[in-house]
């Protein structure tokens, strides 16, 4: 018996099927897996948006455990979920189908294995689904030209400034600078550092 796995002969599989980002997704296939300590839905996802990542797919998992129930319950009302099923606390496969939403996802890597997380999740009616694709599309060419927004208290992307005493400096922004800089006595025997010329 002979049985096709996907991406089988490619040795850079994970560079080309791990996705970090937000997406606009279809639900194309599922799987009920019973494991004895963490049971989950497995989900293949379709991308339908940005243009530039279309019909590419990828898997992930939620999962069904007590403490887990809640993404769980994300995931299915914002892909718009028959409610009555949810109401019911069943999750049918056939339901899952075909249904559409907005996910943000990362990629990591456990013990050598690869791993797509869905962090978040978003409904999708046209009126959405237009919107997003708008501003994924600014998202991408921002990040390709290289142009990052100031953020206050973020000196590099996934780097928070923790620590920083002069948070809103950076920034000019004036309300941050008198919310967060602390005056201390003394400070006007300094006064003569104002009259030192360079």
Same mark, same amino acid.
């Given at each position: 018996?002979?049985?096709?796995?996907?991406?089988?002969?490619?040795?850079? $599989?994970?560079?080309?099927?791990?996705?970090?980002? =937000?997406?606009?997704?279809?639900?194309?296939?599922?799987? @009920?897996?019973?494991?004895?300590? &963490?049971?989950?839905?497995?989900?293949?996802?379709?991308?339908?948006?940005?243009?530039?990542?279309?019909?590419?797919?990828?898997?992930?998992? =939620?999962?069904?455990?007590?403490?887990? /129930?809640? &993404?769980?319950?994300?995931? /299915?009302?914002?892909?718009? @979920?028959?409610?009555?099923?949810?109401?019911?606390?069943?999750?049918?496969? &056939?339901?899952?189908?075909?249904?559409?939403?907005?996910?943000?996802?990362?990629?990591?890597? =456990?013990?050598?294995?690869?791993? $797509?997380?869905? +962090?978040?999740?978003?409904?999708?009616?046209?009126?959405?689904?237009?919107?997003?694709?708008?501003?994924?599309?600014?998202?991408?060419?921002?990040?390709?030209?290289?142009?990052?927004?100031?953020?206050?208290?973020?000196?590099?992307?996934? +780097?928070?400034?923790?620590?920083?005493?002069? /948070?809103?400096?950076?920034?000019?922004?004036?309300?941050?600078?008198?919310?967060?800089?602390?005056? &201390?006595?003394?400070?006007?025997?300094?006064?003569?550092?104002?009259?030192?010329?360079?």
């Amino acid at each position: 018996m002979r049985h096709q796995i996907l991406g089988l002969h490619s040795r850079h $599989q994970d560079s080309e099927t791990s996705f970090d980002g =937000v997406f606009l997704v279809r639900v194309e296939r599922t799987w @009920y897996r019973r494991h004895p300590q &963490k049971p989950f839905v497995e989900l293949r996802f379709v991308i339908l948006d940005p243009q530039s990542f279309q019909d590419r797919s990828f898997f992930s998992q =939620v999962y069904c455990t007590e403490r887990a /129930l809640w &993404k769980l319950h994300w995931f /299915l009302r914002d892909f718009a @979920y028959d409610a009555d099923l949810l109401n019911r606390d069943q999750v049918d496969q &056939k339901a899952l189908l075909n249904l559409r939403g907005v996910v943000r996802t990362s990629h990591k890597i =456990v013990n050598g294995r690869s791993f $797509q997380n869905l +962090n978040s999740f978003a409904p999708a009616d046209e009126e959405q689904r237009q919107e997003f694709g708008r501003l994924v599309e600014t998202t991408v060419h921002q990040i390709e030209a290289g142009h990052f927004n100031s953020h206050s208290g973020i000196r590099f992307p996934q +780097n928070g400034c923790i620590s920083c005493s002069h /948070l809103g400096l950076c920034l000019n922004n004036q309300q941050l600078v008198i919310a967060k800089l602390i005056r &201390k006595p003394g400070a006007s025997d300094l006064d003569w550092l104002d009259e030192l010329v360079d």
